[in-house]
């Protein structure tokens, strides 16, 4: 089975805190993401890499950062945590995209909720 | 750009029952894969079921079926037999086939099941 792993599943910060979310995944994946999912909003993409040392930016990324230094770990900074960042955040991974007929559908961690006081 | 609509933000059906989550989404491509993830309380986001939009039969997986309608860009999920760890979220979603494998998912819809 598809293994993808978050290092807390909650985490409580003050404002202007550094934060570190890590993600590993055990299946040799080449895409990984980072999504912040919200009430009546659904997931929105922060971050994706689509290869170790490379990002790319998702429609929200404006304070966060990423990085991706081996290929089963993605992890997602908060440089200066501020409320508005208090959310679920979900890691998942695939599959590189292929030909029609392969899905290559995400596969999730269990979410980590991160509250900022 | 693309976009994914649940228009029921929650949803409730009896134990046994058949129950309908809606999904249409917005876009001008001719190839792209639909899928209806779940989310239980606490517990982690799976994949449901998956469908590509080149093929017409609809999708089916034991108790959980979709009806896809590529014209009225439609692909609701049906749960039959609805059992009480159905209860969850359940999030479409959406990716173009050749763009990547950015998703976009909709707002989703809280279903609970009664007893």
């Known amino acids: 089975d598809v293994k993808v792993t978050q290092s807390s599943r909650y985490l409580v910060k003050r404002t202007g805190e550094k934060v570190f979310l890590e993600c590993v995944q055990d299946m040799d994946h080449e895409n990984m993401f980072w999504y912040r999912q919200d009430p009546g909003l659904g997931l929105r993409l922060i971050y994706f890499?689509?290869?170790?040392?490379?990002?790319e930016k998702g429609d929200i990324p404006e304070g966060y950062s990423v990085s991706r230094e081996k290929k089963e770990r993605f992890s997602l900074i908060l440089e200066s945590a501020s409320t508005n960042q208090t959310s679920m955040y979900l890691c998942a991974s695939s599959l590189p995209t292929g030909g029609l007929g392969t899905y290559n559908e995400q596969f999730f961690g269990p979410g980590t909720r991160l509250t900022v006081l | 750009a693309q976009t994914v609509t649940q228009s029921q933000p929650e949803m409730s059906v009896q134990e046994a029952e058949t129950v309908t989550l809606s999904c249409t989404y917005d876009t001008s491509e001719s190839d792209y894969y639909l899928f209806w993830y779940k989310q239980p309380p606490s517990r982690q986001m799976i994949l449901v079921i998956r469908q590509e939009a080149y093929k017409q039969q609809n999708a089916t997986e034991n108790r959980f079926s979709v009806n896809f309608q590529k014209a009225a860009k439609s692909f609701s999920l049906k749960i039959s037999d609805s059992q009480l760890g159905d209860a969850a979220m359940y999030f479409c979603a959406y990716r173009a086939y050749n763009y990547g494998q950015n998703f976009v998912f909709g707002p989703g819809t809280r279903l609970s099941v009664l007893p």
């Open positions: 890499s689509y290869d170790v040392k490379m990002k």
